[in-house]
Structure formats: C-alpha cells, structure tokens
C-alpha cells in the first residue's frame, strides 16, 4: 500500500505524533526523529537503521530497543509488516518499555498471517490494557479469517499485471458507465517530475489511465494528459456520472507537516484540467481524502478525521448539489475507533469501503455495506480471496458486467508497493437436462419442452434426435415443465432450484405415453383373486390422475389382463372387475366417467416384449409374444415371470378429441 500512505498517513499524522524528549537525544536521532513526524517514513527508516547498527555496547540496550520501536514504527507505516514484527520483537527483547510494542507486533504478525502468533500477543496486550477494542477486534478477526479462507467465495481474483509497474499502482476507477476508461494512481518511474517521496522513496504519484481497443481490449496506461498531474502527490480519483468531472485526493505540502485535500478537474476532449481545491468546510486543519462520486451523482463520500467521527479515519459524505448544512458523518453502523477509508457508492443503498475497524483477515479489509429497510447498515467482510491478510482497498465495479471490476492490495509484494487485481463473480451455471423418453424407453425426437417460472421466466425449445434436452436456470425458482410431441400425451413436472450459491445441474427424464399403442401402468397391485386395489396401486394411479389432467382432450380404454391361468370365463371376468375398480379411483378423483371406457381382456391378449420389459427381464428377447405356448417351453422361474408380464394394467387413448369442439 505504500503509494497511498501519501494519502492515507499524511491524514493520519496530526495524530500520529510520537513524543520525545529532543534534549537527551544525539543530532542523530533528533534528525530520525523530526523525519517521522513529518511522515517521512522512509528518510526516517534509513537513519533509524544506521543508530541501530552502531549501538552495540552493552549499555546501549536501552536505547537499542527505542530505535528499535522507532524503526518498527516507519516499517508499520510502510506496511512493511515481517520488518515490522522483526522490529517490535527486537524493542521487546531490548525490554523497551512501552506496552504499545506488543500490541503493534500482534498487528503486524495478524497482517503477516501467523493468526495464532496474533492472538497470543493481543491477549499479552489485553492483560496490560484490559477491554481494549482494538485487540478484542484484532482477535475476533484472526478467529474468523481461517473460516473465510477455507470457505473462499465464487469471486475469482488476478493480478491485473498490465496496469502495474515496479512501484505502486492503487485505486482503479472506471470513468463512466461504458466501462471502456480506467484511471489509476501511480508511482511508476514514468510519473513525472523528478522529485522522490520522503515518506516512501520512491516518485510523487500521479494519474493514469488505460482504454479498450476497438477489439475490448485493454491498452498499456499513459499518463493523463493536461495540467492535472504536478510534482506534487496525485491520486484516489473519482468522477461525475457522465465522465466530465474529477475529483481527486491531492497531497499538499504547507510546510511540515503534511495535509491532503480534495480537488477537482475537467476534462476538455482527452485532457483535464489544473486541479481546483473543493472546499468542504472551513476546517483548515483537517485532512480531506478519497473522494467519491454517489452513482446518482448527488453525494461526494469521503475520509477524514475532522471532529464528530467515532475516531480514527471516518468515512463522511456532503450534498453536491447543495453542500450547504448537509455534512453527514455515516455513523457507527459504518465508522469505527479503527480507519474506514476508500468508500465506492454502487447504489444508494449499497455502499463498498475499506476498514481496519471492523473484524478482518488483517490489514485493510473491503467490506460491503447494505441499507435495510429499517434504516441500518448491515455490515459483511466480503472474505477470501477479496480480501487477504495485507491491505485491500479501493475497489471499483465495471457497470456493463453483472460483478466484476478491479481493487488494489500490496499481497504477495515484500516491499509493500499496491497493485491493481480484477475480480470477477461469474454468474451461477445453473441448468436442467434430461431426455424425453417413450414408455419403452425409446428417445422421442423433436419433442417440445416449455419451462415456466414463478420469476415470469417462459422459455421453449426442441429436443434433439436422441431425446436430449437442456435449459439454464435461475436459482431459487419454482418451475414447471411439460413436455409433448405428436402421437403423444403431455407430461407435466414441477421443482424448485435451491438457493445455495453453487453451480448445480438438475436432471429430469419426462416419460411419454404414445398415443398409438397401449401403455401399461406400472406397479398396479390387487390381493389374489380380488378386484379391489391395493394400497400400493395408489401412487400409480394418482400420476394416471395428473396424465388425464394434463390431457383434458383424450378419452381413453382402461384394461385388465390376466395370465394363462385359469379358465377364460374366469379370467374375463376377473379382469373386467379389475378394470371397472381402476376406473372408479380415476372418477373418485375428478376424472369424467364418459372419457373412461373398462375392458376386461382375460388372457386373449398376451404381451410382447418390448425393449424396456426385455431390460427388466433379460432372459426374454424383445418381440417375443407370451403366449401359452411360449411360455410352456420355459423353466419353471422364467413361467412366474412371463406370467407377471401378463398381469397388467394398460390404457388404450381412443379420442384426442373429447369435447374439443
């Protein structure tokens, strides 16, 4: 993060300031000394090092452990956080008195990863100082950032490689809603001027900004062109809905120490205009940083620690359209002891910062804030890999995608230098397939599947030759399907996609009962020599309920078969009563007796097999008719089967026209 400590330190300075008593102290380290408090962390880091190293007497050791701390300090401010820790362990083992030490190497050990290391030391921390919020946060935090990291999230993160340099690059904002402009601070070595930070190092920022191609792609960045960028510190921009105007975080030198306030510039075709100062209040003394534009263009949110906050860097916003007495701190919903800075207005009612604050994997951590309808905030880390155990900030959302956009973190750079990620949430893959199939289980080419759902979605399609079908969903919805083709009857399902945040694939055949040819009801049950319907015969005829429903223009033969035993008188009679039974239930249950004609066939008509009964009974080939004479040429277990076979229950459409006219 360290381009933007220009913003965010030299904001933080007034109340940073380390006392000293310059009396006792070499030239040396009165020099060190008057750097950090100007915020010139890496000046002061340098002459902090060089005391160190020449203090190796024994008396020494005292001393030894102040600069230790000191220098500890300058790598904190720098977020620099293993030279940090090795710093604050060094002032401890020098048994440097103040107890901030150990609460500042939890910091740096929590911002480092090492979360168990963390917790021992804020709760050293918590026994010198007890009920301390900021340890009792730093804990909570550590506790919870293993659970985000193991849980991960759909957003899918990567170093934006073409946007960063050597040195820092942070803050991304797309210029308007096309999406096709991003602007970026940076300390790259093509900034301009020759001037060095003394609190980093390295060059005064400036702004850049990359474009699409023609082809959607993103071109190398290039300095913004106009009086915009100075040898001064530039950066944090944010801009009015149409793209004409800046507002921008401008690190202003008066004197020692150091302040930043808010500018803004035109844009006049491809150039912007010398930075104007934005005068918020007549607060001179207080620091004004990262600005940012409300998406309706109304609101101007931004830092600062001017009186009336919860302390540390609060975030505030003022009316741009009438500035006057409209000043509004965002409250203790939001605001934190801690810094809550790099506040992104998606919408009025959802708000994206960043906050040390708030319980996080270390560092800043990116939170997203969503207004209830009570009025509330409704606060929530967006975890891992958004957020890591370094400093994540300033992001920004690209309009013309659905979740996707670019942030800055200093993760995976040793030195502490931001650089630009794009993250991404790709939409749930969500989908339904299966085939069409006859009750023989023969694909039905070409048939038509609609898809209904309760969010008014309608959708259609033709399924392939081979049965095949397949939709995209949506998640959480009730649907229903029906699926149909001519010289078939309709088929109707019904299910919910659940709401879990997962890829999932749903799977649904839908069975078609042929117009042209008999279609046996599966697992029809009747006690031996009974026509009454068993229990069990219940479910079958219930989906017969719901075919003939689906159906309402079809009148239909119900018939009952028995096997070859028994007499014929016997068996027509039998199988009669059992087809007159099934047609009672059907009626009971709201379907009109003229559209149901019962036939009793006996054993006349024996059954041929077919390719969904030869799957069921192997042993019989598909076309084999049985009859009594085949079945007299089998074994004694394959007669108990084909006899089953026989034993059956099958409907006959005989009208596709009742009561169409």
Same mark, same amino acid.
């Given at each position: 993060? =360290?381009?933007?400590?220009?913003?965010?330190?030299?904001?933080?300075?007034?109340?940073?300031?380390?006392p000293?008593?310059?009396?006792?102290?070499?030239?040396k380290?009165?020099?060190?000394?008057?750097?950090?408090?100007?915020?010139e962390?890496?000046?002061?880091?340098?002459?902090?090092?060089?005391?160190?190293?020449?203090?190796?007497?024994?008396?020494?050791?005292?001393?030894?452990?102040?600069?230790a701390?000191?220098?500890?300090?300058?790598? $904190?401010?720098?977020?620099? #956080?293993?030279?940090?820790?090795?710093?604050?362990?060094?002032?401890?083992?020098?048994?440097?008195?103040?107890?901030?030490?150990i *609460?500042?190497?939890?910091?740096?050990?929590?911002h480092?990863?090492?979360y168990?290391?963390?917790?021992?030391?804020?709760?050293?921390f918590?026994?010198?100082?007890?009920?301390?919020?900021?340890?009792?946060?730093?804990?909570?935090?550590?506790?919870?950032?293993?659970?985000?990291?193991?849980?991960?999230?759909?957003?899918?993160?990567?170093?934006a490689k073409?946007? +960063?340099?050597? $040195?820092?690059?942070?803050?991304?904002?797309?210029?308007d809603?096309s999406?096709?402009?991003?602007?970026?601070?940076?300390?790259?070595?093509?900034?301009t001027g020759?001037?060095?930070?003394?609190?980093?190092?390295?060059?005064?920022?400036?702004?850049?900004?990359s474009?699409?191609?023609?082809?959607?792609?993103?071109?190398?960045?290039?300095?913004?062109?106009?009086?915009?960028?100075t040898?001064?510190?530039?950066?944090?921009?944010?801009?009015?809905?149409?793209?004409?105007?800046?507002f921008?975080?401008?690190?202003?030198?008066?004197?020692a120490?150091?302040?930043?306030?808010?500018y803004?510039?035109s844009?006049?075709?491809a150039?912007?205009?010398a930075?104007?100062?934005?005068?918020?209040?007549?607060?001179?003394?207080?620091?004004?940083?990262d600005?940012?534009?409300?998406?309706?263009?109304?609101?101007?949110?931004?830092?600062?620690?001017?009186?009336?906050?919860?302390?540390?860097?609060?975030?505030w916003?003022?009316?741009?359209?009438?500035?006057?007495? =409209?000043?509004?701190?965002?409250? %203790?919903?939001?605001?934190t002891?801690?810094?809550?800075?790099?506040?992104?207005s998606?919408?009025?009612?959802?708000?994206?910062?960043a906050?040390?604050?708030?319980?996080?994997?270390?560092?800043? %951590?990116?939170?997203?804030?969503?207004?209830?309808?009570?009025?509330?905030w409704?606060?929530?880390?967006?975890?891992s890999?958004?957020?890591?155990?370094?400093?994540?900030?300033?992001?920004?959302?690209?309009?013309?995608? =659905?979740?996707?956009?670019?942030?800055?973190?200093?993760?995976?750079?040793?030195?502490?230098y931001?650089?630009?990620?794009? *993250?991404?949430?790709?939409?749930?893959k969500?989908?339904?397939?299966?085939?069409?199939?006859?009750?023989?289980?023969?694909p039905?080419?070409?048939?038509?599947?609609?898809?209904?759902?309760?969010?008014?979605?309608?959708?259609?399609?033709?399924?392939?030759?081979?049965?095949?079908?397949?939709?995209?969903?949506?998640?959480?919805?009730?649907?229903?399907?029906?699926?149909?083709?001519?010289?078939?009857?309709?088929?109707?399902?019904?299910?919910?996609?659940?709401?879990?945040?997962?890829?999932?694939?749903? +799977?649904?055949?839908?069975?078609?009962?042929?117009?042209?040819?008999?279609?046996?009801?599966?697992?029809?049950?009747? %006690? /031996?020599?009974?026509?009454?319907?068993?229990?069990?015969?219940?479910?079958?005829?219930?989906?017969?309920v719901q075919?003939?429903?689906?159906?309402p223009?079809?009148?239909?033969?119900?018939a #009952?078969?028995?096997?070859?035993?028994?007499?014929?008188?016997?068996?027509?009679?039998?199988s009669?009563?059992?087809?007159k039974?099934?047609?009672?239930?059907l009626?009971?249950?709201?379907?009109?007796?003229?559209?149901?004609?019962?036939?009793? /066939?006996?054993?006349?008509?024996?059954k041929?097999?077919?390719?969904?009964?030869?799957?069921?009974?192997?042993?019989?080939?598909?076309?084999?008719?049985?009859?009594?004479?085949?079945?007299?040429?089998?074994?004694?277990?394959?007669?108990?089967?084909?006899?089953?076979?026989?034993?059956? =229950?099958?409907?006959?459409?005989l009208?596709?026209?009742?009561?169409?006219?």
């Open positions: 993060m =360290t381009r933007r400590l220009v913003f965010l330190l030299l904001m933080a300075l007034m109340m940073a300031i380390v000293c008593m310059q009396s006792c102290k070499s030239a380290m009165r020099d060190a000394d008057e750097a950090y408090e100007r915020g962390y890496n000046d002061a880091a340098n002459i902090y090092r060089k005391i160190y190293n020449k203090l190796t007497r024994k008396e020494d050791r005292w001393q030894r452990g102040e600069v701390f000191q220098l500890g300090m300058c790598y $904190r401010n720098l977020n620099q #956080s293993s030279r940090a820790s090795a710093a604050f362990q060094n002032a401890l083992r020098y048994e440097y008195e103040d107890s901030m030490a *609460f500042y190497l939890a910091q740096a050990l929590h480092e990863g090492k168990n290391e963390a917790i021992k030391r804020y709760n050293e918590l026994a010198l100082v007890p009920g301390d919020w900021r340890s009792q946060q730093g804990i909570r935090g550590c506790q919870l950032a293993p659970k985000w990291k193991k849980e991960g999230s759909r957003y899918i993160v990567k170093n073409l946007f +960063n340099s050597r $040195r820092a690059d942070f803050s991304p904002m797309f210029l809603a999406g096709d402009q991003l602007y970026f601070t940076s300390s790259t070595e093509k900034a020759d001037a060095r930070s003394e609190i980093t190092g390295t060059k005064k920022s400036d702004v850049f900004f474009k699409k191609d023609d082809k959607g792609k993103w071109t190398r960045p290039e300095i913004v062109e106009g009086g915009l960028n040898d001064q510190d530039e950066g944090i921009t944010s801009f009015t809905p149409d793209g004409s105007k800046m921008l975080a401008k690190a202003v030198r008066k004197n120490p150091s302040n930043v306030e808010i803004t510039s844009r006049s075709e150039k912007w205009s930075p104007q100062r934005f005068e918020i209040t007549a607060d001179t003394l207080s620091s004004y940083g600005p940012a534009v409300s998406a309706d263009g109304q609101w101007l949110y931004f830092t600062s620690y001017m009186p009336g906050g919860q302390g540390g860097l609060d975030l916003r003022v009316n741009l359209k009438d500035q006057r007495g =409209t000043l509004e701190n965002l409250g %203790d919903q939001i605001n002891p801690g810094n809550d800075r790099f506040p992104y998606r919408s009025d009612s959802v708000l994206y910062f906050s040390d604050g708030h319980s996080g994997m270390g560092g800043l %951590d990116i939170f997203r804030a969503t207004l209830q309808p009570s009025g509330k409704f606060v929530e880390n967006m975890g890999p958004m957020n890591s155990p370094y400093d994540d900030f300033g992001i920004t959302f690209d309009h013309t995608q =659905t979740e996707a956009g670019f942030f800055s973190s200093n993760r995976n750079d040793g030195r502490g931001d650089h630009i990620y794009s *993250f991404e949430k790709p939409d749930l969500i989908w339904i397939s299966g085939y069409v199939l006859d009750k023989d289980d023969e039905v080419p070409n048939a038509i599947i609609r898809i209904v759902g309760d969010d008014g979605s309608n959708q259609k399609a033709v399924g392939k030759p081979d049965g095949s079908f397949r939709f995209d969903l949506q998640r959480g919805v009730n649907y229903v399907m029906q699926a149909g083709a001519k010289g078939y009857l309709n088929s109707k399902q019904a299910f919910t996609s659940d709401i879990e945040e997962a890829d999932a694939e749903y +799977n649904v055949d839908f069975i078609l009962a042929a117009i042209f040819k008999p279609q046996v009801i599966e697992q029809i049950f009747y %006690d /031996y020599d009974k026509a009454a319907l068993r229990d069990e015969s219940k479910a079958a005829l219930d989906e017969m075919v003939l429903k689906d159906n223009n079809i009148a239909i033969e119900m #009952s078969h028995t096997d070859r035993i028994g007499s014929d008188h016997y068996n027509n009679g039998l009669e009563r059992r087809a039974s099934v047609v009672d239930y009626v009971s249950h709201g379907i009109a007796r003229d559209r149901l004609q019962p036939k009793g /066939y006996g054993k006349t008509v024996p041929t097999v077919t390719k969904h009964i030869e799957k069921q009974y192997p042993q019989f080939k598909e076309g084999d008719v049985l009859n009594e004479e085949f079945i007299s040429s089998l074994s004694d277990a394959d007669k108990v089967a084909a006899d089953q076979i026989n034993r059956r =229950t099958e409907f006959q459409v009208t596709t026209e009742y009561e169409l006219y």
